[in-house]
């Protein structure tokens, strides 16, 4: 009986040990939703950008994005994303979809501008910019190394005005 007991006591400083931890990691990494007011910005494409990503500005986590649907009639994604209240942001603030490394998540990138005019609960941004998908990158460039140089295509050789 004493070895059963002995054992059911490991077991729950065991778990009490890890929700210890779980606490902890989860006031560490700052996982919490930004409380603030809410802001709006329209894009045609967020690649992978979803509730629950950070709004940072200046690599700082300012706010969370709560919510996106799809405008019916253009057909652009429409992101809702909140901001720490305290921080008023310019209204020519502009927003973009970032990429968190190579491999890393989408968050909402916040440059602010320099107007003079804030923005109000409930605004939209006016200056924003789309998300470029890796593969359009690497689309991109091997389009350009398969491009050959100007003047190759004749060997070099100058032609009309330019041999003159």
């Known amino acids: 009986m004493g070895h059963r007991l002995i054992e059911t006591v490991m077991g729950a400083v ?3 040990v890890a929700a210890l931890f779980l606490v902890f990691a989860w006031n560490t990494a700052d996982l919490r939703p930004v ?7 329209s894009f045609a494409s ?16 300012v706010g969370t994005v709560t ?15 909140t901001v720490r ?19 890393g998540g989408k968050y909402l990138r916040l440059v602010p501008g320099a107007s003079e005019r804030r923005l109000a609960p409930g605004d939209s941004l006016k200056n924003t ?14 389009f350009l190394l398969a491009e050959p140089p100007r003047g190759a295509e004749d060997g070099g050789k100058p032609t009309g005005s330019e041999a003159q």
Do not use: M, N, W
């Not at 020519?92 to 490394?101: H, L, W, Y």
């Open 85 to 103: 209240a305290g921080l008023a942001l310019p209204a020519d603030t502009e927003a973009s979809v970032t990429s968190d490394g190579l491999l």
């Open 67 to 81: 919510g996106q649907r799809i405008d019916p009639e253009s057909y652009r994604a429409e992101i809702d994303f």
């Open 35 to 41: 409380e603030g007011y809410t802001l709006k910005a």
């Open 46 to 61: 967020v690649g992978g950008l979803g509730p629950g990503s950070d709004v940072r500005i200046g690599g700082v986590k």
């Open 14 to 16: 065991v778990l009490a």
């Open 129 to 142: 910019r789309d998300a470029l998908a890796l593969e359009e990158l690497l689309a991109r460039a091997i």
